[in-house]
T-cell receptor
Framework: QQQVKQSPQSLIVQKGGISIINCAYE??????FPWYQQFPGKGPALLIA?????SEKKEGRFTISFNKSAKQFSLHIMDSQPGDSATYFC???????????FGKGTLLTVNP | GAVVSQHPSRVICKSGTSVKIECRSL??????MFWYRQFPKQSLMLMAT?????????EQGVEKDKFLINHASLTLSTLTVTSAHPEDSSFYIC????????????FGPGTRLTVL
């Protein structure tokens, strides 16, 4: 049972455009939702995270939108740049054990 | 700067040998660390939770006798892949939490294991 479903699998965006990646979860015990960025051959790096008590969080060009009733959350990358080309993973965890469950990832390509 | 380091970054070994991977928390005494495995173009799968001073907790389907985890100090956890086989070739990544009561996890740079 896949607990965090991520889409799309891959995404191509022009420089300056908006990249949108969506995730849906099933476990209502999840209370922490991070997004990670991973470059080839590197470990994931935490981009931004949100908790269910807020519907949106913005940090620079990155915004998380959260819909608790729909059990969905998404990452928006504004003014996408070629340097943003990477694989993005959504994840979720609960405070009971802090284990992260990852989505399958989205390969983002930003064309110059 | 990096808060979690791993060594080695790459290792190539022959089938049947054992390989040890070190994961260090550089700025924080971590009682709990996590080990993940990532196959090419796939997601991260949690293998086990490493607990300082006690036995690791393994996820379902992970062979604890094959993937030995030792967390002997608050800054070092090791993963030993015993009797490695080509199907064990993967990217192994460790992480630690930001703090005792924090969900945030910081990941190491990963170790690429290739078993010939």
């Amino acid at each position: 049972q896949q607990q965090v479903k991520q889409s799309p699998q891959s995404l191509i965006v022009q420089k300056g455009g908006i990249s949108i990646i969506n995730c849906a979860y099933e476990n209502t015990a999840f209370d922490y939702f991070p997004w990670y960025q991973q470059f080839p051959g590197k470990g994931p790096a935490l981009l931004i995270a949100i908790r269910p008590d807020v519907s949106e969080k913005k940090e620079g060009r990155f915004t998380i939108s959260f819909n608790k009733s729909a059990k969905q959350f998404s990452l928006h990358i504004m003014d996408s740049q070629p340097g943003d080309s990477a694989t993005y993973f959504c994840a979720a965890s609960s405070g009971s054990n802090y284990k992260l469950t990852f989505g399958k990832g989205t390969l983002l390509t930003v064309n110059p | 700067g990096a808060v979690v380091s791993q060594h080695p970054s790459r290792v190539i070994c022959k089938s049947g040998t054992s390989v040890k991977i070190e994961c260090r928390s550089l700025d924080f005494q971590a009682t709990t660390m996590f080990w993940y495995r990532q196959f090419p173009k796939q997601s991260l799968m949690l293998m086990a939770t490493s607990n300082e001073g006690s036995k690791a907790t393994y996820e379902q389907g992970v062979e604890k006798d094959k993937f030995l985890i030792n967390h002997a100090s608050l800054t070092l956890s090791t993963l030993t892949v015993t009797s490695a086989h080509p199907e064990d070739s993967s990217f192994y990544i460790c992480s630690r939490r930001a703090g005792v009561s924090y969900n945030e996890q910081f990941f190491g740079p990963g170790t690429r294991l290739t078993v010939l």
